[in-house]
């Protein structure tokens, strides 16, 4: 028996082979913006930039009231919302934002079975999983640092006083919003990364905000209600946006936002080192959970 080899018409690549960077960057490009239903149906669209409208309306009423203030001669009042409170006062959109993306990210890949594809090509583990993660943060500071923004261009259009003092507040409230949109990534991920099926996975990451929020006030307000103000303020570790709030009060010394302080002496440290925990731990557990794909 002899073999033969058909030429079947296929046509060789000869052209520049741009290597593992590209690869990496274009995935973290395409999940960014699948985040935003970028380059998908327009119903794909609605949700993302629906929140992200409403993320920036309570910015342009604190502006537009500040403006209209200073011009009516009111004074020149500070924005109604401080830049490190933003995203812990709406937090429930950032939620369900997390809820509705993550699976998207991570989800469908897993659905359909094309990680392994991904793999053949010159990309590993760690690449796919970084741009996974970076593009799912990515998305979350787009949507926590806008708003901020918009309130400190208008604290510079009404010429608020102290804008040294502002420009100090800005600049480390989007150190917290680094935090938080790496924090919260890793937690939807992961959460998304478990669950193929989009519906599930919505379902899944909107349970752990609920349930960890829950627990944590009904935990906070027993504890109060006996004095027991030091185990209040521990329970902040348990739900994702205390915890972060903890991390601005004790590393970047700003005003409190959440219900509860970090404890003093250890808290702010052991707060910082869980947030740090965190995203190590979503890299590992992502890093685990898409090998294991990539084997199938």
Same mark, same amino acid.
């Given at each position: 028996?002899?073999?033969?080899?058909?030429?079947?018409?296929?046509?060789?690549?000869?052209?520049?082979?741009?290597?593992?960077?590209?690869?990496?960057?274009?995935?973290?490009? @395409?999940?960014?913006?699948?985040?935003?239903?970028?380059?998908?149906?327009?119903?794909?669209?609605?949700?993302?930039?629906?929140?992200?409208?409403?993320?920036?309306?309570?910015?342009?009423?604190?502006?537009?009231? +500040?403006?209209?203030?200073?011009?009516?001669?009111? !004074?020149?009042?500070?924005?109604?919302?401080?830049?490190?409170?933003?995203?812990?006062?709406?937090?429930?959109?950032?939620?369900?934002?997390?809820?509705?993306?993550?699976?998207?990210?991570?989800?469908?890949?897993?659905?359909? @079975?094309?990680?392994?594809?991904?793999?053949?090509?010159?990309?590993?583990?760690?690449?796919?999983? =970084?741009?996974?993660? /970076?593009?799912?943060?990515?998305?979350?500071?787009?949507?926590?640092?806008?708003?901020? +923004?918009?309130?400190?261009?208008?604290?510079?259009?009404?010429?608020?006083?102290? =804008?040294?003092?502002?420009?100090?507040?800005?600049?480390?409230?989007?150190? !917290?919003?680094?935090?938080?949109?790496?924090?919260?990534?890793?937690?939807?991920?992961?959460?998304?990364?478990?669950?193929?099926?989009?519906?599930?996975?919505? +379902?899944?990451?909107?349970?752990?905000?609920?349930?960890?929020?829950?627990?944590?006030?009904?935990?906070?307000?027993?504890?109060?209600?006996?004095?027991?103000?030091?185990?209040?303020?521990?329970?902040?570790?348990?739900?994702?946006?205390?915890?972060?709030? /903890?991390?601005?009060?004790?590393?970047?010394?700003?005003?409190?936002?959440?219900?509860?302080?970090?404890?003093? /002496?250890? !808290?702010?440290?052991?707060?910082?080192?869980?947030?740090?925990?965190?995203?190590? /731990?979503?890299?590992?557990?992502?890093?685990?959970?898409?090998?294991?794909?990539?084997?199938?």
């Amino acid at each position: 028996m002899t073999s033969v080899i058909h030429d079947i018409g296929y046509r060789h690549y000869d052209g520049p082979r741009l290597g593992r960077g590209y690869a990496v960057r274009s995935l973290f490009v @395409h999940n960014l913006r699948a985040a935003y239903g970028l380059g998908r149906p327009a119903k794909a669209k609605i949700m993302p930039f629906l929140l992200f409208a409403i993320m920036l309306l309570p910015a342009a009423i604190s502006v537009a009231i +500040t403006a209209f203030s200073a011009s009516a001669g009111l !004074g020149k009042s500070l924005p109604l919302i401080r830049y490190s409170a933003y995203a812990v006062y709406l937090q429930p959109l950032i939620a369900i934002f997390l809820a509705a993306q993550a699976p998207v990210l991570a989800s469908r890949d897993l659905r359909f @079975h094309v990680t392994p594809l991904y793999f053949s090509r010159p990309l590993s583990r760690l690449d796919y999983v =970084l741009a996974k993660y /970076g593009a799912v943060a990515t998305a979350l500071l787009i949507l926590l640092a806008t708003p901020v +923004t918009i309130v400190f261009i208008g604290a510079l259009a009404t010429e608020q006083k102290h =804008l040294d003092t502002h420009t100090v507040q800005f600049l480390a409230a989007l150190g !917290g919003c680094v935090i938080f949109a790496l924090v919260l990534g890793g937690i939807g991920l992961v959460v998304a990364a478990f669950t193929p099926r989009r519906g599930f996975g919505v +379902t899944a990451v909107m349970a752990v905000y609920l349930l960890s929020s829950a627990a944590v006030a009904s935990v906070q307000g027993i504890a109060e209600s006996q004095t027991r103000f030091g185990i209040a303020r521990w329970a902040g570790l348990f739900t994702p946006f205390d915890l972060v709030d /903890g991390v601005q009060v004790w590393a970047l010394r700003l005003k409190q936002s959440a219900p509860e302080p970090p404890p003093s /002496g250890l !808290g702010g440290p052991v707060f910082t080192l869980a947030c740090a925990a965190i995203v190590a /731990g979503s890299l590992a557990i992502l890093y685990l959970r898409f090998r294991k794909a990539g084997a199938q």
